[in-house]
């Protein structure tokens, strides 16, 4: 396997790339200017260790993509054929996705406790049932993503290193 493979970066299908461009037009969704197929980028909007599609994809000019922290890479490999990739300079994780790796840690039952202190409403989906409708219990996603709107990274911090006193 190659090293330029080795990460977790879903490759874009073909398919994907054509429907991209063909939305931009043949143009940088950011500048405008005018680029074939080849000598544009195909910008993840999203996390690219998911499958992509076209609405997470955006088509960008060399110089746009790089604004994101992002540049294009061509090294030969052991048999002379190029090869493109895409890498990040870093990874800038926004306050709230920290808060939901940190959230993440935290037990349900935690998680219910800080929703009923700040008074954030969870709900979980409502499933049709033989009889009548029902709602599930919310899942622990459900829980993270409306919490992580409300807390602090101090507070869930707190939260993660106090395992004594939950019987209080
Ligand atoms: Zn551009």
Redesign the pocket.
């Known amino acids: 396997m190659s090293y330029w493979r080795s990460d977790e970066r879903k490759l874009i299908p073909m398919k994907i790339k054509r429907a991209v461009y063909d939305r931009a037009k043949g143009k ?1 969704e ?2 405008g ?1 005018q680029l074939s197929i080849k000598e544009g980028d195909f910008h993840h909007t999203r996390d690219p260790t998911v499958t992509p599609r076209a609405t997470s994809i955006r088509f ?2 060399p ?2 993509h790089r604004k994101y922290g992002h540049r294009r890479v061509t090294r030969e490999d052991n048999w002379g054929s190029k090869e493109v990739k895409i890498v990040r300079r870093k990874v800038v994780k926004t306050p709230r996705q920290k808060k939901k790796d940190l959230l993440k840690k935290l037990t349900v039952p935690k998680l219910k406790i800080l929703s009923k202190k700040h008074d954030v409403k969870v709900k979980g989906k409502v499933e049709r049932g033989l009889l009548r409708d029902y709602r599930k219990a919310p899942t622990k996603q459900q829980y993270v993503n409306a919490l992580s709107r409300r807390v602090t990274i101090e507070e869930i911090e707190s939260l993660l290193k106090d395992t004594t006193n939950s019987a209080r």
């Open positions: 940088c950011k500048c200017i960008l000019c110089t746009c």
